[in-house]
């Protein structure tokens, strides 16, 4: 697989002064901790929002920064959870009056390093609380997490409590909406090809021609099962079902719809995997009050995509209408 890289331990900073020299006029970039920022964040009277997991999911989650999303995101190594002293000094430097929100996605590693972060932080009289994000049905464990892992329904956590912390909610508003967002979400991703970090010389996993990995988790991790590769309709038929049956969502429910891809599938392809989602949607009596087809948390170069659905109220539909400004443009 050919890259475009230097070296590799200069892959993941090098990227970050690439968003930083973008939008310098948005965000801050602190190298030593690889932290980017908004620029004009902390401020007394907003809560801090921030989060961090592994590179190689861009946009997720630095390219989250910016008005009515992330006020910070700290990245650790491709599909590595970042350093605890990262994410103690992303807290420190986050520090507001009204306290500081840590979205934390559930992975082992991220909750070990941000758990360490925050209890650090509290004992120096910090007001940081943190909340895991669990939307993904495929599996109930694996090897990277406990319980569900948290994978493209992050963005509606991310959204939904940057938009609120815009507004004035309070730490303990935030983590009863984060809680409120991550209790109405699904998702399910399905892989067709691997990819390969820029520290490896071959993919992290293997699959032939003809095969896809149902359930696959974002860094590679096994999902359901191996099987032969399908139709789209056949494909998103399964995602669909998964997905809907779980929470479960039920006829006249005005919901969110993501098709998100994982960084290898173009654009076209997404929107054949939508046309069948918006169809199942309308069988199933579900309203698409919000659509999103795109990028949104990506595994490199990984052919394949995943669905999600959130279920709607007046209060979410608000906030996820609510302006937001990141660092990925597209014109």
């Known amino acids: 697989m050919n890259k475009f890289f230097n070296q590799a331990e ?36 907003k809560v801090s929002v921030i989060q961090g997991s ?12 910016g008005p009515g999303m992330l006020d910070a995101a700290v990245p650790g190594g491709v599909f590595a959870a970042p350093p605890m002293d990262s994410c103690y000094e992303c807290i420190k430097r986050m520090n507001s009056p009204e306290g500081v929100l840590v979205l934390i996605n559930n992975y082992q590693g991220d909750r070990m390093n941000w758990d ?13 609380k943190s909340f895991v994000i669990d939307d993904d049905v495929a599996v109930q464990d ?8 948290g994978v493209a329904g992050n963005f509606f956590v991310i959204k939904a409590c940057g938009a609120a912390a815009e507004k004035g909610a ?17 998702s399910m991703g399905v892989a067709l090809s691997s990819c390969t970090p820029p520290a490896k010389d071959s993919p992290i996993f293997e699959i032939s ?4 990995e149902v359930g ?15 139709s789209a309709d056949e494909i998103l038929d399964e995602m669909f079902d998964a997905v809907a049956g779980d929470l479960p969502f039920k006829k006249g429910d005005r919901v969110a719809l993501m098709i998100n891809g994982l960084g290898g599938t173009p654009p076209s392809e997404l929107y054949v995997l939508y046309r069948r989602a918006a169809q199942r949607c309308k069988e199933a009596g579900l309203t698409i009050a919000r659509n999103y087809v795109g990028e949104y948390c990506t595994s490199l170069e990984m052919a394949g995509a995943s669905l999600t659905l959130l279920r709607l109220d007046d209060e979410l539909e608000k906030l996820l209408a609510a302006p937001a400004e990141i660092a990925v443009r597209v014109f």
């Open 116 to 128: 360490m972060a925050v209890e650090m932080a509290q004992a120096e009289g910090i007001t940081v």
């Open 209 to 212: 021609d003809g095969e896809m």
């Open 142 to 149: 694996s090897s990277y997490t406990t319980g569900r892992r």
């Open 54 to 65: 592994g590179s190689g999911h861009e946009p997720a989650h630095i390219m989250a920064v």
């Open 216 to 230: 696959v988790g974002i860094h590679g991790e096994p999902g359901r099962r191996r099987d032969s590769l399908k």
């Open 170 to 186: 309070s730490l303990s508003e935030l983590i009863e909406l984060a809680t409120k967002v991550n209790g109405q979400v699904r």
């Open 10 to 45: 200069d892959f993941v900073p090098e990227m970050l002064e690439g968003v930083f020299l973008a939008n310098p006029d948005m965000l801050t970039y602190v190298p030593e901790f690889n932290i980017i920022s908004r620029s004009d964040r902390p401020v007394k009277d």
